[in-house]
């Protein structure tokens, strides 16, 4: 069983500011995580991936996320904030199976005030 | 260009109407799935198919169904049986190798009349 908890469903920031959006995780298997971007009217775009390799990661657009076992967690995080970041982000938990099925966190909504 | 096409970006139904929202991918993946987006729960898990002629339920399978007839198509049907079928319908695909990401269609609105 695997399950994603975004623990906040919405956050504020003023653009310059840092960014940080909360996950965490639990999985049966040792699991891949990602974090997805939707902004308004678009579709979904990968940030960034964490595989079993470098526990901190590196993604586009100046985020990066921090794969911590010990607290199962994968907290996204940007340094300073730009408007353009706003948007829905998902952090999404896969089992390193085959075409293992995919579990979504439920959103967590960024708004960047000027 | 590689990618995944869903059809139409609008839909409506009426009471008692089955609908299908059309899925096709050029990727050649072997893994297709169906998601369902309502507002602060994130995406849910319909249907998913790992190999064509072959497919499994979901968190939310009731009142869905699919067919796997071809790689590249995997359709949804909406069905009477879903009582509350408003929702944005998202269609994703990946390769079977662990740690491949997902690839997402820019989904459906579907609405009831």
């Known amino acids: 069983a695997q399950s994603v908890t975004q623990l906040d469903s919405h956050v504020s920031v003023s653009e310059g500011t840092p960014v940080l959006l909360r996950c965490n995780y639990s999985?049966?298997?040792?699991?891949?995580l990602f974090w997805y971007v939707q902004h308004p009217n678009k579709g979904l775009q990968l940030l960034l991936k964490y595989t079993s390799a470098a526990t901190l990661v590196k993604g586009i657009n100046g985020f990066e996320a921090e794969f911590k076992k010990s607290e199962t967690s994968f907290h996204l995080t940007k340094p300073s904030a730009h408007m353009s970041d706003a948007a829905e982000y998902f952090c999404?938990?896969?089992?390193?199976?085959?075409?293992?099925?995919?579990?979504f966190g439920d959103g967590t909504t960024l708004t960047v005030k000027p | 260009d590689g990618g995944i096409t869903q059809s139409p970006k609008y839909l409506f139904r009426k009471e008692g109407q089955n609908v299908t929202l059309s899925c096709e991918q050029n990727?050649?993946?072997?893994?297709m799935y169906w998601y369902r987006q309502d507002p602060g729960q994130g995406l849910r898990l319909i249907y998913y198919s790992q190999i064509v002629n072959d497919f499994q339920k979901g968190d939310i399978a009731e009142g869905y169904s699919v067919s796997r007839e071809k790689k590249e198509s995997f359709p949804l049907t909406v069905t009477s049986a879903q009582k509350n079928p408003t929702a944005f319908y998202l269609c994703a695909s990946r390769g079977l190798a662990p740690n491949e990401k997902l690839f997402f269609g820019s989904g459906t609105q579907l609405s009831v009349l």
């Open positions: 999985s049966s298997y040792s699991p891949s």
């Open positions: 999404v938990v896969t089992p390193n199976t085959n075409a293992g099925k995919s579990t």
């Open positions: 990727l050649n993946h072997d893994a």
